[in-house]
């Protein structure tokens, strides 16, 4: 089997500037909690919008959720109920 690539190279000689990676990583952090910060305010005025916008409707949005579940609850007993009826009187042709 041949050497592979890593076992040929000196890795006594990979010796990376630490103050820089360093530096690296702090910037790296300072930017994750901008980005964070930055998700916040986003999420924050996205929120206080919507609020804002639904509460200008004639009907509350809680209102409109339960009459479309009156509306489907109502759906799904008369299917219910076409579907026993055609079960039962069913007749199966000779």
Same mark, same amino acid.
């Given at each position: 089997?041949?050497?592979?690539?890593?076992?040929?190279?000196?890795?006594?000689?990979?010796?990376?500037?630490?103050?820089?990676? =360093?530096?690296? @990583?702090?910037? +790296?952090?300072?930017?994750?909690?901008? *980005? #964070?910060?930055?998700?916040?305010?986003?999420?924050? $005025?996205?929120?206080?919008?919507?609020?804002?916008?639904?509460?200008?409707?004639?009907?509350?949005? =809680?209102?409109? @959720?339960?009459? +479309?579940?009156?509306?489907?609850?109502? *759906? #799904?007993?008369?299917?219910?109920?076409?579907?026993? $009826?055609?079960?039962?009187?069913?007749?199966?042709?000779?």
């Amino acid at each position: 089997m041949a050497d592979s690539t890593f076992s040929k190279i000196s890795w006594t000689e990979f010796r990376p500037n630490r103050s820089r990676l =360093t530096a690296g @990583a702090g910037l +790296a952090g300072v930017g994750m909690i901008v *980005a #964070t910060a930055g998700v916040g305010v986003l999420v924050y $005025e996205l929120a206080r919008a919507g609020r804002s916008w639904t509460g200008s409707w004639e009907v509350p949005p =809680t209102e409109l @959720a339960s009459r +479309a579940l009156r509306q489907a609850q109502t *759906a #799904t007993q008369s299917a219910a109920k076409a579907g026993r $009826e055609a079960w039962t009187s069913y007749a199966e042709a000779p």
